[in-house]
């Protein structure tokens, strides 16, 4: 427990903050334009959902070495291309020290099986990466906010890309 100071001078003498390590995660894209969803039963929010690869950094670790030990933990997928940074954010500053880092990885392909542990039951799936929005929007697959936030991120950096590029 924390006591905290906020600017306009009030102090609160119960102030918790979580310590949680740093992650990372990633929108997977294949070469045929699939992104990478895994499947997994999260508890607190009682059911399955489909989220891109993310796992936290493990010590002597960098950010881009995290990222691709968890896909190819968790998916068996690699890339030759060297993984693009779209951000680094606080996880939740109210109340939390951590943060993500969020990478693009394209032209992706299975190389692996996938390395789970013990307490990890991981599904593979592939879907359009052009009609995941939709997909989200409609309910058709159900996942949580930083899939959402890293997959418009994706699709922002791409469309600019493909901008500059004028195509």
């Not at 998916?75 to 943060?99: C, D, Y």
Request: proline content about 2%; hydrophobic content about 40%; overall charge negative.
């Amino acid at each position: 427990m924390d006591q905290c100071e906020l600017p306009n001078g009030i102090v609160i003498d119960d102030y918790y903050v979580q310590e949680y390590a740093d992650w990372v995660n990633a929108i997977v894209i294949t070469k045929d334009n699939q992104i990478i969803l895994v499947e997994q039963y999260r508890y607190a929010g009682e059911g399955i959902f489909l989220e891109i690869p993310a796992g936290k950094i493990e010590a002597n670790e960098t950010f881009e070495e995290g990222i691709l030990r968890e896909i190819k933990e968790e998916t068996g997928f690699t890339s030759l291309k060297k993984p693009i940074k779209l951000g680094e954010f606080m996880v939740n500053p109210a109340t939390q020290n951590n943060k993500v880092i969020t990478y693009l990885i394209v032209d992706a392909s299975k190389k692996f099986e996938q390395e789970l542990d013990n307490t990890e039951e991981i599904n593979v799936h592939m879907f359009d990466f052009e009609k995941l929005g939709d997909l989200i929007q409609t309910g058709q697959v159900k996942t949580q906010l930083f899939t959402v936030t890293a997959y418009l991120m994706a699709k922002d950096y791409l469309y600019n890309k493909s901008k500059r590029l004028g195509s």
